[in-house]
């Protein structure tokens, strides 16, 4: 059995709900002493009309004790559950913000491995998971404890022979939990791998069902997700199989240990060795001892299935550390210009790698950008251009070395204060599902139309914009399904414009796209270049021509600096890797 408090449940329990789950605790303790209370009364009432021959009325007054103590236990049942329920609500949206948080702040180079259905799943259907955990599992942990000792210590006060036979069963319970817990874990750990695997496939299947239809691959992922589909069927079914055969177990014990007791007690109240009262008092406490811990089976399977949710949300929360752990908090969104002067920005002697144990992605990388230069970062693919491009934006942070902006460390700048000063087009823009006006003013909220409309012209925008069936108005769909690579690319530009931020990183928006959009795309860049910092991660030769300083990467280092004229020169290194690609770097 799980213990009912670890490192990971008091990361995600906030004051609030540490708060509400002690109050709730301590209210369903008090309901359990009352029901301790509640037996005592009603048997002294019965012993008192059947033994004593007194009449009702002359027990007005215990009559009277035994209504308000039942009241008042119901008040507190009825307190215990709703304040663990609100503890539960609590750490839900705790959780679920936090993550989230983590995952923005993050930004997208921690989530490069991660699959998108499979977090789906863990925030909405895994985080629901810890309604059973916090608001059930861990109280009933506790009340397992505290209770059964409370009408333990009656019963010895009363008879210390059923003492001793409650106190040799009950700790069976937790034993038989203890050893069934072991194959609950591993089936309840395969469930719910295998759903967040279901998940991750599906949303991957339903993004890509055009390509699947389009390569006649639609049965094969059918089928995929079936078998899948079948397989999750069968663990759980298997998962059930164990939580009703625990039932059953936890059941008989609670049941043979409630029969022992009335036994034991019957034959002594037969043969005249214990008083009635006494009798009637125990086994009407006896299965008062029980109850806490038949109401912990009943919820166990349910904190196994929560505890396999926090063990995934401890692994985020270890991969996507807070930047404001670092003093870096993130703000609300642009709500006006963020224009300044072009700042001058040094990466210097930096090293970063994705993993403690893992070769540098980057190592001693020294890259001065000038103010109002334009530097292109070239080199083959794994050389170490993105991981730049994450550090100059905030994504990630240096193992060792500097990012220094206008003499200052990025490091210390809040971060929302420096994304405010960045603009970033990259290869592949995303364009959500909404209108064309709602993607632009992702840059800036409180813009105007006046300025929409100028930034679509120079982002030679404007004409494809206007032949929309509603202009700005026209919906474009998830990841911008109605419109070209050119026309997305444009977009991202003009969003750029919009933003007019004086530090711009720019992943080659020509990469992809037909000669045509790549001439008007072209001009667009080389206005917006104007008066800025600007880094090119480049794949053709026009544009690092262009260019003011080439640094040229490759395995994580700058193997070559320059410009282009003087690396074309120098030969080298440079020049191979310009003919290899047959024109493009």
């Known amino acids: 059995m799980p213990r009912p408090s670890s490192n990971t449940d008091h ?8 708060r509400d789950l002690l109050v709730s605790i301590a209210s369903s303790s008090v309901a359990g002493a009352l029901g301790a209370l509640q037996c005592v009364l009603f048997a002294s009432a019965i012993a008192s009309v059947l033994t004593g021959g007194q009449t009702l009325p002359a027990i007005r007054l215990v009559l009277v004790g035994l209504v308000t103590t039942i009241g008042a236990r119901a008040a507190a049942v009825w307190t215990g559950d709703v304040l663990a329920q609100r503890a539960a609500g609590a750490v839900k949206t705790h959780v679920r913000d936090d993550v989230v948080c983590r995952l ?6 921690p989530l490069r491995g991660e699959r998108t259905g499979e977090i789906t799943n863990t925030l909405v259907g895994g985080v629901d998971t810890l309604d059973g955990y916090v608001g059930q599992f861990l109280p009933h942990a506790a009340l397992a404890i505290v209770v059964p000792l409370m009408v333990l210590a009656v019963v010895f006060a009363l008879d210390p022979i059923s003492a001793v036979v409650l106190g040799v069963t009950g700790p069976l319970i937790p034993v038989f939990m203890w050893l069934i817990g072991g194959a609950a874990r591993s089936r309840t750990r395969e469930q719910w791998v295998t759903l967040s695997r279901l998940s991750a496939r599906f949303l991957d299947a339903v993004q890509a069902l055009s390509t699947l239809k389009a390569f006649g691959r639609i049965d094969n992922e059918v089928g995929i997700i079936d078998r899948s589909s079948n397989r999750f069927e069968t663990i759980t079914l298997s998962v059930l199989r164990v939580a009703f055969l625990s039932s059953l177990v936890l ?6 240990g409630v029969a022992i007791v009335a036994v034991e007690v019957s034959l002594r109240l037969l043969y005249a060795r214990m008083a009635f009262r006494e009798a009637c008092t125990v086994l009407l406490l006896a299965p008062e001892f029980y109850r806490p811990l038949r109401t912990l089976g009943a919820s166990f399977h349910a904190g196994m299935a929560g505890r396999e949710v926090l063990q995934r949300i401890a692994e985020l929360r270890r991969q996507h550390p807070l930047m404001a752990a670092r003093g870096r908090r993130l703000a609300p969104g642009p709500g006006g210009r963020c224009r300044s002067s072009a700042p001058s920005v040094l990466v210097d002697r930096v090293t970063f790698a994705y993993r403690a144990e893992g070769r540098p992605a980057v190592d001693e990388v020294t890259i001065n ?19 730049v491009a994450s550090l100059l934006l905030g994504f990630i942070e240096p193992a060792a070395g500097l990012v220094l902006v206008d003499g200052h460390r990025l490091a210390s700048v809040p971060i929302s204060e420096w994304r405010r000063r960045v603009a970033w087009v990259p290869q592949r823009p995303h364009l959500f599902y909404g209108s064309v006006v709602d993607n632009l003013r992702l840059a800036r909220p409180d813009a105007s139309l006046e300025e929409i409309d100028r930034a679509l012209s120079n982002a030679h925008a404007s004409e494809f914009v206007a032949a929309l069936p509603d202009g700005l108005a026209t919906h474009l769909g998830e990841r911008g399904a109605r419109l070209s690579g050119g026309q997305a ?18 992943d080659e928006p020509t990469a992809h796209i037909d000669p045509e959009a790549e001439a008007s795309i072209r001009d667009a860049m080389t206005r917006l270049r104007v008066g800025r910092t600007v880094l090119i991660i480049a794949h053709r030769l ?3 021509a262009a260019a003011d300083t080439v640094v040229v990467m490759d395995c994580g280092r700058v193997v070559a600096s320059g410009t ?22």
Do not use: I, N
């Open 11 to 18: 990361a995600v329990l906030t004051t609030g709900a540490r």
């Open 104 to 109: 923005l702040r993050g930004g997208p180079q």
């Open 251 to 256: 059941e008989l014990l609670a049941t043979l």
């Open 369 to 387: 950008l000038a103010a109002g230069s334009t530097v292109a970062l070239v080199g083959p693919s794994g050389s170490g251009k993105s991981t």
């Open 489 to 506: 690319q444009r977009l991202a530009l003009a969003r750029a414009f919009l933003k007019d931020a004086p530090f711009l990183v720019l």
């Open 542 to 544: 026009a544009t690092v």
């Open 564 to 585: 282009h004229d003087t690396l074309v020169r120098d030969g080298g290194r440079y020049v191979a890797m310009v003919k290899a690609l047959g024109g493009t770097v």
